[in-house]
């Protein structure tokens, strides 16, 4: 069974950065993607970075502040996030599917964590 744990989130001050890591167990998903989405209240969840074995995308408003990476001998992908806005305070999540196409609708991936919760202070 794939498991997808989520770590790494906390509270940081506007203009701070910080790190999420997303463990996969149960499969490997090197030859897949590998996505990051978050859920603000009240509002759907969002695309934010997805990364295959041979590309990354971001969705366009992080402009740049956002880093997604992955370490295959761990099965764990990274979200590195730099110059934090209060507007990214949310519920961050990972997802996975296998298969090299890169999509960024919520739909299309089939195993998701739990979510871990960043605020950003302002």
């Known amino acids: 069974q794939v498991r997808l744990v989520e770590s790494g989130g906390g509270l940081v001050q506007a203009g701070g950065s910080l790190r999420l890591s997303c463990a996969a167990s149960?499969?490997?998903?090197?030859?897949?993607?590998m996505a990051w989405f978050r859920q603000a209240p009240g509002k759907e969840r969002e695309f934010v970075a997805v990364?295959?074995?041979?590309?990354?995308y971001y969705a366009d408003s992080l402009q740049g502040r956002f880093t997604v990476s992955r370490d295959n001998a761990k099965n764990t992908v990274y979200l590195q996030m730099n110059k934090l806005k209060p507007e990214d305070t949310a519920v961050y999540y990972c997802?996975?599917?296998?298969?090299?196409?890169?999509?960024?609708?919520?739909?299309?991936?089939?195993?998701w964590g739990q979510g871990t919760q960043v605020t950003v202070s302002s």
């Open positions: 990364l295959t074995w041979t590309e990354a």
């Open positions: 149960g499969r490997t998903f090197s030859t897949g993607a």
């Open positions: 997802a996975a599917k296998y298969g090299t196409k890169l999509v960024t609708g919520p739909g299309e991936y089939d195993y």
